[in-house]
């Protein structure tokens, strides 16, 4: 038990992200504090109206995620932003900002625009066996990031010595 309260510190800043209109698109913050930080999401400086279709919010241990699903093209340019608060101190904030793609019937996405090339596929495994989802993609050499979610949530794979991602994207867990 912690005897002292401690104003909210963001640990994992919210990341800029590109994406491709319509398709979907997850930011990402955590926070530390005592008592532990609630979340709220803000775009473009206004609280995020999150009963709203195409916005999402998903609670995670000392963090949350803001799923925007079916991106559009008016999105592009705004700021998300995510606030943690717990009543000790002021809140504390990191912002990331969203470029979204336009893409015209029938035209394929910009160059170096990531194409997943191997989709991950639902397994059935024994227990106490390794498991090995696949994922690849190409970006005809541009640098990306392959992310894992489960339930909305990013794999967390920090004390989790289980799980492992490789360099092209594949999730492997050791039992």
Same mark, same amino acid.
């Given at each position: #038990?912690?005897?002292? /309260?401690?104003?909210?510190? &963001?640990?994992? =800043?919210?990341?800029? %992200?590109?994406v491709? =209109?319509?398709l979907?698109?997850?930011?990402?913050? +955590?926070?530390?504090?005592?008592p532990?930080?609630?979340f709220y999401?803000? +775009?473009?400086? =206004?609280? %995020?109206? /999150?009963g709203? !279709?195409?916005?999402?919010?998903?609670? #995670?241990?000392?963090?949350?995620?803001?799923? &925007?699903?079916?991106v559009? !093209?008016?999105?592009?340019?705004?700021?998300?932003t995510?606030v943690?608060?717990?009543?000790?101190?002021?809140?504390?904030?990191?912002?990331?900002h969203?470029?979204?793609?336009?893409?015209?019937?029938? @035209? =394929?996405?910009p160059?170096?625009?990531?194409k &997943?090339?191997v !989709?991950?596929?639902? +397994?059935?495994?024994?227990?106490?066996?390794?498991? /090995? #989802?696949e994922?690849?993609a190409?970006?005809?050499?541009? +640098?990306?990031? /392959?992310?894992?979610f489960?339930?909305?949530?990013p794999?967390d794979?920090?004390? @989790?010595?289980?799980?492992? &991602?490789?360099?092209?994207?594949t999730?492997?867990?050791?039992?």
């Amino acid at each position: #038990m912690c005897d002292f /309260i401690v104003a909210p510190q &963001i640990t994992q =800043e919210v990341r800029n %992200l590109t994406v491709a =209109e319509e398709l979907v698109v997850s930011f990402v913050c +955590k926070a530390s504090g005592y008592p532990q930080p609630t979340f709220y999401w803000e +775009k473009d400086g =206004e609280k %995020l109206n /999150i009963g709203r !279709n195409r916005f999402k919010v998903f609670d #995670m241990p000392y963090g949350s995620v803001l799923r &925007i699903e079916t991106v559009r !093209n008016k999105d592009s340019g705004s700021s998300f932003t995510c606030v943690a608060e717990n009543g000790v101190g002021d809140p504390a904030w990191s912002t990331g900002h969203l470029k979204v793609y336009r893409i015209d019937r029938g @035209n =394929e996405f910009p160059v170096g625009y990531p194409k &997943i090339i191997v !989709n991950p596929e639902l +397994k059935s495994v024994e227990k106490e066996k390794p498991a /090995i #989802m696949e994922c690849q993609a190409d970006a005809n050499g541009h +640098k990306f990031d /392959i992310e894992w979610f489960k339930n909305n949530v990013p794999v967390d794979l920090g004390d @989790n010595k289980r799980l492992t &991602i490789t360099e092209t994207g594949t999730c492997v867990s050791d039992k």
